[in-house]
């Protein structure tokens, strides 16, 4: 096993973070105070091929592997103090671009994946509905064949990028036969679409400058050629992409908790109290550690996804371990930093209350924590866990 990056891995770090310090996130204590999207920032990333990475370069991208993938998001993370930028990014990528790679057919592929990369087409995810949240199988909105169409009737809430998105896979209801695993499809939807309405951007408590929306389908006759996959194959192509997406998205969070450190290692080292720095306290000095252990942690179990997904494997129990550690990790890594620093830590100007509120999220959007480690425990062999359905007999498979 060679856990050493390449040397062209190592370039790419250093470049992506050169250009997201140089280059990114200036404007951010404004644009998070005005829950604003930074346009300008996007261009950038699609003009350095972020928007791209993961995407063949004969579909317009970078071409990296998942391994290169994860290092490079990692580097932005850490590099690019406007985290909500960087959700938008991933939330382009894993929530979006990720469905056409791995499930769209040649036309797809040529049609949509080259703008996604130059950043003129914005990619979402709208899976979530008012009524159905962790209970996908659940949801509401409905896709009618009518001819070469389908007409989308419903309503997806909480969509990131929504309100500025241009190209939004969509989950819905198309009925069939073999149980509700079996009724969903996916569906590439673009805004421009007859019927398609943004009716509503939320306001939040942090990634405030990565738009939160709602949308509506009224009667949106969506091309039967925009399918994702076959009809009813909606929810096992979302189990299938969900693995990249709950580990993906979470390395720019490993960056994120890695600039958290530096920066409350700074102030330990430098900050007086006591006559003393307040590093040499044992308090903050074993904040510090377990700041640095959780990194090395979050670290470890992503790249070994972004190594499971470049040798073709399934990674859907480390993905699912990545998706709660990493995101759980960043919360108490934020909440130490903000102890760490005192009354500084809580002022805006610095920007440690900022990455806090970022953090919260995590442990919510992509499935929540309790979700997350009820798939684990099913994975585990455990039943019901999630439905809360009775436990089937045992099998004996002696
Ligand atoms: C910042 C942010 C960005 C988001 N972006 C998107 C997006 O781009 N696209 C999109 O479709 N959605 C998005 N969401 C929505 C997100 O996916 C949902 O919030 C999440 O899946 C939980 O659904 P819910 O909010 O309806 O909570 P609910 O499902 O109502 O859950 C509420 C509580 O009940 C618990 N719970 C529910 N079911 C179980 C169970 N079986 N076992 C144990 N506990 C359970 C949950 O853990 C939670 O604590 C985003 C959310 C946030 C916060």
Redesign the pocket.
Known sequence: MDFDLTADQRQLKRDTIAFARRKLGSRVVDDDEGSRFPVEDWRKCADFGVLGWPVPTSYGGRGLDPLSTMIALEALGYGCADNGLVFAVN?HLW?CAIYILMHGTEEQKNRFLKPMCQGTLIG?????EPE????VLSLRTTAELDGDHYLLRGT?C????GPQADIFVVLARTGGQGGPQNELSAFLVTADLPGFKKTREFS?MG?RTTP?GEIEFDNVPVPAANRIGREGAGYSIFTSTIEWERSFMFASQVGAMERLLDTSLDHAGSRRQFGRTIGSFQAVAHQIADMKIRLELARLILYRVGWLKREGRLALLDATIAKIFVSESLVQTALSAVDIHGARGYLTDLGIERELRDAL?GP????????QR?ILAELLGLQGV???EPERPRRDTT
Not at 132 to 135: E, L, M, R, Y
Not at 158 to 161: D, G, K, R
Not at 364 to 371: E, L, M
């Open positions: 939330n929530g979402a995810h709208a899976l979530s159905t949240g962790s209970d997806k909480f969509i990131s990028n939040k990634l939160l999220g919510i959007y992509a499935g929540t924590s309790s979700v009820g999630l439905s809360g």
